[in-house]
T-cell receptor, first 111, second 110 residues
């Protein structure tokens, strides 16, 4: 069974600081890894998708890396802003097409 | 607009009643999923379906049922056997390798 773990569970930083969010998974047989953002009471917004053959993806201030062999991914958010405050979720699609999630990292960026 | 539509946004259920949550997608995606989210917790997989007329149990399927009679629709029924149904329910679909989500249904037992 695929287990996805996100560390830390919560993070509070002053505006302008860089954010580093970690995700680990137990079964390296994955199709892809996807990072999502969730605002309170809302659905999920996709941020970045890394396919299993890729090492990283970038979008604006966001960069995600994937090391499939060690079962790890890291999401970097540069120059954080108060609008970045949200819960960030990591998800993997395994070879049996199950989509498994971590518990998330709740980020607070202080103005 | 292409996307996933969940309805209703809020749902109240009396104890002992079955209720059905709707999930419709016009993205022509094959795979669809139902998740439950409790406050401060991650998403737990209830059921998923890779093709029409086929579906598999996820990690917490007890007390729930689904059907997949059409590619675009994957309704979830919360039965009276589900002892603690109050939660936020999210539906998703996958095309190729990317997952897309609806805006969720918040179910409350009164």
């Amino acid at each position: 069974k695929q287990e996805v773990t996100q560390i830390p569970a919560a993070l509070s930083v002053p505006e302008g600081e860089n954010l580093v969010l970690n995700c680990s998974f137990t079964d390296s047989a994955i199709y892809n890894l996807q990072w999502f953002r969730q605002d309170p009471g809302k659905g999920l917004t996709s941020l970045l998708l890394i396919q299993s053959s890729q090492r990283e993806q970038t979008s604006g201030r966001l960069n995600a890396s994937l090391d499939k062999s060690s079962g790890r991914s890291t999401l970097y958010i540069a120059a954080s802003q108060p609008g970045d405050s949200a819960t960030y979720l990591c998800a993997v699609v395994s070879n049996d097409y199950k989509l498994s999630f971590g518990a998330g990292t709740t980020v607070t960026v202080r103005a | 607009d292409g996307g996933i539509t969940q309805s209703p946004k809020y749902l109240f259920r009396k104890e002992g009643q079955n209720v059905t949550l709707s999930c419709e997608q016009n993205l022509n995606h094959d795979a669809m999923y139902w998740y439950r989210q409790d406050p401060g917790q991650g998403l737990r997989l209830i059921y998923y379906s890779q093709i029409v007329n086929d579906f598999q149990k996820g990690d917490i399927a007890e007390g729930y049922s689904v059907s997949r009679e059409k590619k675009e629709s994957f309704p979830l029924t919360v039965t009276s056997a589900q002892k603690n149904p109050t939660a936020f329910y999210l539906c998703a679909s996958i095309h190729g390798v990317e997952a897309f989500f609806g805006q969720g249904t918040r179910l409350t037992v009164v």
